[in-house]
């Protein structure tokens, strides 16, 4: 079946350090990867997807590459900023079927 | 701009009540979904539907219900029977089915058991 495997938390860096969020999955056929954002008493919001192998998807400095041959899509952001403390989910679209699959979620709080 | 909208943001409700949560979305999105978040288990699906007048059950619906008269409204009422209902409740639409496209959340509903 599908399922999506993510780092646990909750993860405390510093401002301008490095992030990396390991996510792995399993699937089958070919679907479709995202990584999504939750802040303090909000809604989810896509921060970037990848629909296929080798792909990288990329958006305001975060960054995560389709590796099928690890089944992984790992979020990277290379300066972290306090303004990025929030919950990351990432997730699961199969090409066939019926809903997404979610991680558990990673806090992240950035120290000034 | 388009959005999916839900109300109310905070919900109270006594024990033994039925309540019934908002999603409204105006981005033409034919499948819309309810998820479920509860601290340190991520999102659990609830119901989904994929067009008006048809609706599935997802991994938790016991003790939710849903209605699709419209495309546009997606209302989850959560009732009684539901022994634990306190939780983030977050409402989401995709232009369809399958999940290539990705979804669009709202912002939730935070319901409080009292």
């Known amino acids: 079946g599908n399922s999506v495997t993510q780092m646990e938390g909750p993860v405390t860096l510093s401002e301008e350090a490095f992030l990396t969020i390991n996510c792995t999955y399993t699937?089958?056929?070919?679907?479709?990867l995202f990584w999504y954002v939750q802040y303090p008493g909000e809604g989810l919001q896509l921060l970037l997807k990848?629909?296929?192998?080798?792909d990288k998807g990329s958006n305001k400095g975060f960054e995560a590459t389709y590796r099928k041959e690890t089944t992984s899509f790992h979020l990277e952001k290379g300066s972290v900023q306090v303004s990025d403390s929030a919950v990351y989910f990432c997730?699961?679209?199969?090409?066939?079927?019926?809903?997404?699959?979610f991680g558990t979620g990673t806090s992240l709080t950035v120290i000034p | 701009d388009g959005g999916i909208t839900q109300s109310p943001k905070y919900l109270f409700r006594k024990e033994g009540q039925n309540v019934t949560l908002s999603c409204e979305q105006n981005?033409?999105?034919?499948?819309m979904y309810w998820y479920r978040q509860d601290p340190g288990q991520g999102l659990r699906l609830i119901y989904y539907?994929?067009?008006?007048?048809?609706?599935q059950k997802g991994d938790i619906a016991e003790g939710y219900s849903v209605s699709r008269e419209k495309k546009e409204s997606f209302p989850l009422t959560v009732t009684s029977a539901q022994k634990n209902p306190t939780a983030f409740y977050l409402c989401a639409s995709s232009r369809e089915l399958l999940t290539g496209a990705g979804y669009t959340f709202g912002s939730g509903t935070r319901l409080t058991v009292v």
């Open positions: 990848a629909t296929k192998a080798d």
């Open positions: 981005l033409n999105h034919d499948a």
């Open positions: 997730a699961l679209g199969p090409n066939t079927g019926n809903q997404f699959y």
């Open positions: 699937a089958t056929g070919y679907p479709s």
């Open positions: 539907s994929q067009i008006v007048n048809d609706f």
